[in-house]
């Protein structure tokens, strides 16, 4: 995920915060994370 800046992972977690379907959708299918993946990086974009 190195092609993520701090700009991407801000606008990723006010997606996270205002829409979480899509965001979930989005991690899981266009990013192919697993869950757990996607479990550890919704924790580490919470803590922003």
């Known amino acids: 995920m190195s ?3 701090g700009v991407a992972l801000m606008q990723l977690n006010k997606l996270m915060q205002r829409s979480p379907d899509i965001y979930y959708s989005s991690i899981r ?3 192919k994370l697993s869950l757990l993946q996607a ?8 803590q922003l």
């Open 39 to 46: 479990l550890h990086l919704t924790s580490a974009l919470e």
């Open 3 to 5: 092609y993520f800046d």
């Open 29 to 31: 299918n266009d990013l």
